[in-house]
């Protein structure tokens, strides 16, 4: 957690009082709770460039994610490639390896819903190697957010 400290501005320091934090460095906290991550499904769809709708990254998606990731033994299996190394493979509830029968197309998502799932798109495709197209996507955003008409 970043540091807070009170400073005075002014040449005699009776100025202006202003806040000053330090800035967070490479030993912070990591969160003790486990961080949203969407369906295997959408994330394999990333990794080839094909389209996948922003409700597998809204916090509804996410919830699906997690709880296919408890299968059940009645579920069956099937084979899935881990990371970016398609020879090395594990077995997956077959829930999480197809589209989500309660996936919201795009069109049909709430503005709440879109600003929530933005953030994990973008975080997103950094780690599935889109790092030339994060900066358009953030900018897309950030016009759309702040829009006149939203």
């Known amino acids: 957690m970043p540091s ?3 400073v005075r501005e002014g040449k005699d320091g009776r100025g202006e009082e202003k806040i000053q934090t330090s800035s967070y460095g490479s030993n912070s906290v990591v969160p003790t709770h486990r961080q949203a991550s969407p369906l295997p499904f959408a994330l394999d769809k990333m990794r080839i460039y094909e389209f996948v709708e922003l409700w597998y990254f809204v916090l509804e998606g996410c919830e699906e994610a997690r709880l296919n990731s408890l299968a059940e033994s009645t579920t069956g299996y099937g084979f899935a490639a881990i990371g970016n190394d398609p ?3 594990a077995l ?3 829930s999480t390896l197809t ?3 309660k996936a919201i197309p795009d069109k049909q998502l709430s503005f709440s819903h879109l600003s929530i ?3 994990l798109y973008i975080l997103t495709m950094m780690e599935v190697g889109w790092q030339v197209k ?3 996507w953030a900018q897309f955003y950030m016009i759309l957010e702040n829009h006149h008409f939203r």
């Open 99 to 101: 589209k989500s029968q």
């Open 4 to 6: 807070m400290k009170r």
């Open 92 to 94: 997956w509830p077959l």
């Open 87 to 89: 020879t090395t493979t």
């Open 134 to 136: 994060v900066q358009a």
């Open 117 to 119: 799932a933005k953030t």
